[in-house]
């Protein structure tokens, strides 16, 4: 059983070097600053869902989501390929519509990479995660949407929500067949502000997260949430994809199913180590 950190070891992270290589990781989210130096020209633009807005971050949000996953510096899958997909305006709101619409993007996007990359001509390619630390209310179609993704096979992680409320009233922390990331504290308490309850999966680091931010590309903040929860386990989801064998090596074996490296995630995960976790939901931390 791990130790739980302390100031002199929270910012010690052991990783393969290569973690994230050969994975695209859809953060569907504000846009991405794909300029910041911590992506070393590995993020790139995906798609503006929202008619008439900017291919670029307004906001900050979806930037600092990316870097978490797959920033140099501040990121847990360092060699991974983020793709923006914006489905939020620069001002922060949207419609449910194009929040579908980006999910749906994500899913033909990846299946067109499979495509390719079984022409032989991507070679490398290991799959796609995605993030969406986004939600509201209860949506059905949004939660179909993240589970026919799901089924496509991307592997995704999504906020479980803000409110200390129950996570199945809420999209797509609802979806069953993402991985649903409630946020936790340097001290391994849930954070105050978690949804919980039988839709959250996993814990991951959602208070006080210090990645890349908007305005230069050396720009950074620190703030919280679910939603800096759920890009750790989308990085995670990336690092572990990363470590299968190429679809095109001689050592290839059959994919490695979202179903079955969910499980493997929560399985590998740390269970128990959280305070103030409510007795219906899975007491269990990644990593």
């Known amino acids: 059983h791990r130790d739980s950190l302390s100031f002199g070891t929270f910012n010690k992270y052991l990783y393969t070097e290569d973690g994230g290589e050969g994975v695209d990781v859809y953060v569907v989210d504000t846009g991405t600053n794909v300029d910041h130096v911590d992506f070393e020209g590995r993020a790139s633009w995906g798609k503006t869902i929202p008619q ?15 870097g978490t996953v797959a920033g140099k510096k501040y990121g847990v899958a360092k060699k991974a390929h983020v793709k923006a997909v914006k489905v939020l305006r620069s001002n922060g709101s949207g419609s449910m519509s ?31 995660t995605a993030n969406m630390s986004l939600g509201g209310g209860k949506s059905p179609i949004l939660d179909k949407a993240v589970n026919a993704a799901v089924d496509a096979g991307i592997h995704f992680a999504v906020a479980a929500g803000n409110d200390n409320a129950d996570s199945c009233n809420y999209s797509p922390a609802a979806a069953e067949n993402a991985v649903t990331v409630g946020a936790s504290t340097l001290a391994d308490e849930r954070a105050y502000f978690s949804n919980y309850g039988k839709c959250n999966d996993i814990f991951a680091p959602g208070l ?40 095109d090596s ?12 969910k499980a493997n995630l929560i399985s590998i995960a740390t269970v128990g180590a959280l305070t103030d976790v409510p007795s219906n939901t899975a007491n269990i931390l990644a990593w």
């Open 208 to 247: 006080n997260i210090q990645s890349t931010w908007i305005g230069s590309k050396y720009a950074v903040n620190t703030i919280s949430g679910t939603s800096m929860a759920s890009p750790h386990v989308a990085g995670l989801l990336a690092y572990l994809l990363s470590l299968q064998p190429a679809k």
């Open 98 to 128: 194009d929040v579908v619409k980006g999910v749906e993007y994500a899913a033909e996007s990846h299946l067109e990479q499979v495509s390719i990359a079984k022409k032989g001509k991507r070679k490398g390619f290991k799959g796609s």
């Open 250 to 261: 001689a050592f290839a074996v059959a994919d490695i199913s979202p179903k079955k490296l």
């Open 52 to 66: 008439g807005d900017a291919d670029e971050d307004g906001n900050g949000h979806g930037t600092h989501c990316s």
